[in-house]
């Protein structure tokens, strides 16, 4: 099989693989050793590039406590056949000098990570991408007012890190550009895919094409729309001749990316993203074709939870109300009124769950960590009246 293609990581002149793996969903897996399986079938095909988090936390259906970045540290230490750095990028809420310190050291003991400039996992050398996780409009401010950018610089100086970032979402614009201005961030991890391009070609400013400008690297995550893409897409296919090596090939035929994060679950998914991903790129004629196929879909998909989970990285219900669970039910049954089908099956999975949205007191805590900034409490309002009737 050939061998995946490499684009330069923006400044820090890394030569990346196109596909990168996203680490996020070792914590829905079932076992730990389905984990480190896909880790390491990643790490065969030849990809140098795997994006974790501090936050990607959670119990497995085994109720084992899972860390992503515990895993991904223990899979490229265990290995004695990396021929070159493995580039580990990873993301932390801390946008104040206490905060990033705290957030940061538990990231290396976490990964592993040890020494200066040269960094290592073991014997095997890595590179790390440091980054300020889903900044928005407050988090920014406080970035700013903290000095905090400032700090990372120094961790870079001093060879803590190798390289500063950020990862941000589709309502920040305003926030990407200033923080591309600054000219202190050497890599953005931004969404992206086909039926939401909106910072790229369908935003006001293409916030891709200004990175790229501005030597900034792209990792582009949701190139698939979401976690709540597999649950609804059966249904979506019946309207679009889109499918998910089309969703991948459309964010490859992109120039301004660097590496697109596929967050596959099992070998048999991440095989077929890596036999796109050395097939052809899209012509211009299909990547018309396919943008305006996903056009008769991407308006019932707005405003819909789409199972990210990062909402519950550092915030849990002073009520105790499972909201993630309930949105990702009342999304489906949203997509699916929209599109006229048959609703029934939803009713009967929230009823069968004993939901019980009415309890949220509608404190509003939860709507900052939405990354879609989705009024969470109306949300579950409307899906008690409308799911919740006998």
Request: aromatic share 8%; proline share 4%; hydrophobic share 35%.
């Amino acid at each position: 099989m050939a061998e995946l293609r490499r684009r330069r990581l923006g400044r820090t002149e890394l030569q990346v693989t196109e596909l990168a793996f996203g680490a996020m969903n070792l914590r829905r897996l079932d076992t730990v050793e389905e984990a480190y399986t896909i880790l390491n079938y990643v790490l065969d095909q030849g990809v140098n590039l795997i994006d974790t988090a501090r936050g990607y936390s959670g119990e497995n259906r085994e109720g084992v406590l899972v860390e992503s970045e515990v895993l991904v540290g223990n899979a490229i230490r265990k290995r004695t056949d990396l021929a070159e750095p493995i580039v580990v990028v990873t993301k932390g809420h801390g946008y104040n000098h206490k905060e990033l310190d705290q957030e940061l050291e538990t990231s290396l003991k976490k990964l592993g990570i040890q020494g200066r400039g040269e960094l290592k996992i073991g014997s095997n050398s890595v590179k790390l991408v440091y980054l300020f996780h889903g900044i928005n409009e407050t988090r920014w401010a406080e970035m700013c007012a903290s000095k905090v950018i400032e700090k990372a610089q120094t961790l870079k100086a001093d060879g803590v890190i190798n390289f500063i970032g950020f990862s941000s979402h589709y309502a920040q614009g305003k926030e990407i550009k200033e923080a591309l201005d600054t000219g202190v961030f050497d890599v953005a991890e931004l969404p992206y895919n086909i039926f939401n391009p909106d910072l790229g070609e369908g935003g006001p400013i293409n916030l891709l094409k200004y990175a790229y400008e501005r030597e900034v690297g792209i990792i582009n995550m949701k190139a698939f729309g979401g976690n709540s893409m597999p649950a609804i897409f059966n249904t979506l296919r019946e309207y679009m001749s889109v499918d998910y090596p089309a969703m991948l090939r459309f964010c490859l035929s992109n120039p301004y990316i660097s590496a697109v994060d596929a967050g596959a679950k099992y070998p048999q998914e991440f095989r077929l993203d890596v036999e796109t991903a050395i097939g052809e790129r899209l012509a211009r004629k299909e990547r018309e074709r396919l943008t305006a196929e996903a056009g008769k879909v991407a308006p019932h998909m707005k405003n819909i939870c789409r199972e990210r989970m990062h909402c519950l990285e550092k915030f849990e219900c002073p009520n105790g109300v499972p909201f993630p669970e309930i949105l990702s039910v009342y999304s489906r049954y949203l997509v699916n009124e929209k599109l006229e089908r048959d609703t029934t099956q939803f009713r009967e999975l929230f009823r069968k769950r004993g939901f019980q949205a009415d309890e949220c007191i509608e404190c509003g805590k939860c709507v900052p960590w939405c990354e879609y900034e989705l009024n969470i409490p109306e949300m579950l309002k409307q899906a008690q009246q409308i799911l919740g009737q006998s």
